[in-house]
């Protein structure tokens, strides 16, 4: 397996861009699907937020200055697409954030590739509750292990209110487990 600087390396030659671009898309594929499937749920709608990703990253690879980590970098355009993505589908339909989360919730007892047990359906359906910041700081810390001086870079938040985000989000979560019982 390739490293990242090696990838980078070939990215920056036009006689190996296009092979080291597969192999960059192979590598990190399903971990950033995983990440922008549970920011927009859908599994149609993460595989349209992955491949906007990606071109995006074809587009502008020859400005990463390398100040982060390539999967950093890639992890931020993730992030940012999928919540470009939400806000525009919001705008389009209209819609509260309440309805938005009834129409998750409906959703993901229907949809084919959920096959959590009652547990972790309850979680779910507790995490689509929050508001869209505190999901996705929870989401980051909980299911990516992402430190928050990494997040710091990918969102563009201080560590102390990623922090506070993560600790809301817990609190409701915990809160929303207990009147489910």
């Known amino acids: 397996m390739k490293s990242d600087q090696q990838i980078l390396a070939e990215l920056k030659n036009e006689s190996t861009k296009q092979a ?24 149609e709608d ?17 400005g990463f200055r390398e100040e982060s980590g390539l999967f950093t970098w890639l992890y931020r355009i993730a992030t940012n697409e999928s919540l470009t993505f939400l806000s525009q589908k919001k705008k389009r339909a209209f819609v509260t954030s309440e309805e938005t989360n009834d129409y998750i919730i409906e959703n993901l007892q229907t949809d084919p590739y959920f096959d959590g047990d009652d547990i972790q359906y309850r979680l779910q359906k507790a995490i689509a509750r929050l508001p869209d910041k505190q999901r996705l700081v929870f989401n980051m810390r909980y ?24 600790h809301h989000a817990v609190k409701k979560i915990e809160e929303y487990l207990k009147s489910e019982e």
């Open 46 to 62: 993460a595989d349209d937020v992955l491949q906007n990703t990606f071109v995006k990253v074809w587009r502008n690879i020859d």
């Open 20 to 43: 080291a671009f597969r192999s960059l898309v192979s590598l990190y594929k399903e971990r950033l699907y995983w990440h922008v499937r549970k920011i927009v749920l859908s599994h």
């Open 143 to 166: 299911y990516d292990d992402i430190k928050y001086q990494d997040m710091e870079k990918i969102l563009e938040t201080s560590a102390g209110a990623l922090k506070a985000s993560y």
